[in-house]
């Protein structure tokens, strides 16, 4: 089947037609209807499909057992997210594997398409939430101990879908992911190519900064006598800006729950999640311990308190180079890349999987909204460059 067929089937699923985008977390129906989807994809190539106890799944051409070569990426996205972020990277895997047997190509090892759950985290907090727990990075325990903004406890969402629960921890799919290779829209405007190479992933976290108030009138209450935490909060989220252009690194406050959120009370309490990623890991724990300096001081000023809650840390990942320049040269010559954006690919790496990602570029650098976009013969030039990867890693 064509990339464009399965592109204009796959994207019409879940897409919000007012906003034109994606809300796609972990486990919900949108999501699941994606996943429906990509099952059917699978049965209709004849591909025997894994899964494990969270719900990943790799779709295998070829032998049933032993270690193969793996592409795919995610089918989950951000809140309102665009359409490329995630299922770009497995649409093209089912076009490039179609290609590849088109062409009669025999491969000498499995090739395995992956569909990995919640990596974007938006339903329950935490990024590549599958992948993580597939690694045994983050244990059964701690995984099960995640409540989504409704307090649906993770089991229950799994259940929900299907899956028991009680499966949940490291999994067996990672013995047979020999190499990986994700492909994904580049998410800033780094790449002025078609198609490149990734180097390396920032490190990143995410922290919870609870402000603590005092509710009271929003008439009768003199502002000298406020103990207002949306103004910690507001000077914080400006400090976190300032305190990131100066680092060369980034800083973003895009949640925040306000208590009672009412427009004629003082609030007493906001929570605010910073994202904050830098090139290394020094900058980073620069990065977080300038803005937390800055929160602490001005909540003493406003009589408010703070508490800081790291709720994930992602190491820098540098993918191997070995199979990097392998990639580049089948690719004569792709330009390599950096990037700040977080992937299931970073996870893997640091379980020790030979890892490498493609990137097609984007034109307008948006990415995590409705107007990310991609040029189809970008799309088109990423699913040849995705093909002659696996041709190479699996002849
Ligand atoms: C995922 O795309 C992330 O970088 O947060
Ligand atoms: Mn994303
Ligand atoms: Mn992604």
Redesign the pocket.
Same mark, same amino acid.
């Given at each position: 089947m064509s990339f464009e067929s399965l592109w204009a089937d796959q994207s019409a699923i879940g897409r919000n037609p007012e906003t034109g985008g994606y809300t796609r977390g972990g486990w919900t129906p949108t999501e699941r209807e994606a996943t429906h989807w990509f099952l059917d994809q699978c049965a209709a190539r004849g591909l025997a499909v894994e899964s494990d106890g969270i719900g990943n799944l790799i779709a295998w051409w070829g032998a049933s057992d032993g270690p193969g070569v793996v592409t795919g990426s995610h089918l989950d996205s951000?809140i309102d997210g665009g359409a490329f972020?995630g299922p770009l990277g497995v649409v093209s895997a089912l076009a490039a594997i179609d290609r590849l047997r088109a062409e009669g190509f025999e491969p000498s090892v499995p090739l395995g398409v992956g569909a990995f759950v919640e990596?974007?985290?938006s339903r329950f907090g935490m990024?590549c939430l599958g992948s993580r727990v597939a690694a045994g990075v983050l244990s059964a325990e701690k995984a099960l101990a995640l409540t989504d903004r409704a307090g649906v406890p993770l089991a229950l969402a799994l259940e929900q879908a299907g899956i028991d629960p009680a499966g949940v921890g490291p999994s067996p799919l990672l013995q047979r992911m020999g190499t990986f290779v994700e492909l994904h829209v580049e998410?800033g405007r780094g790449l002025t190519a078609p198609v490149g190479v990734a180097s390396s992933i920032w490190p +990143?976290g995410r922290f919870r900064f609870t402000f603590g108030g005092e509710a009271n009138h929003a008439g009768t209450t003199l502002m000298e006598d406020r103990h207002d935490p949306m103004l910690t909060y507001a000077m914080t989220a400006l400090a976190a800006n300032k305190q990131a252009r100066l680092a060369g690194a980034r800083a973003t406050f895009g949640r925040i729950s306000v208590e009672p959120n009412g427009t004629n009370a003082v609030p007493s309490q906001v929570t605010a999640w910073l994202?904050a990623?830098a090139a290394d890991t020094a900058t980073l724990e620069l990065l977080l311990a300038a803005i937390t300096k800055q929160a602490t001081e001005r909540a003493e000023r406003d009589g408010t308190t703070l508490e800081v809650t790291p709720e994930s840390v992602s190491p820098i990942v540098n993918f191997p180079t070995g199979l990097r320049d392998r990639l580049v040269g089948v690719l004569d010559g792709a330009p390599v890349l950096p990037t700040?954006?977080? +992937?299931d690919a970073g996870v893997f790496s640091d379980a020790g999987i030979p890892t490498a990602m493609l990137f097609v570029r984007n034109p307008t650098g948006i990415?995590?909204s409705p107007a990310e976009y991609a040029e189809q013969d970008d799309c088109l030039a990423g699913v040849e460059a995705l093909a002659a990867v696996l041709k190479d890693l699996a002849k």
């Open positions: 951000v972020d990596e974007e985290g990024p998410q +990143h994202d990623r700040g954006a977080g +992937h990415s995590h």
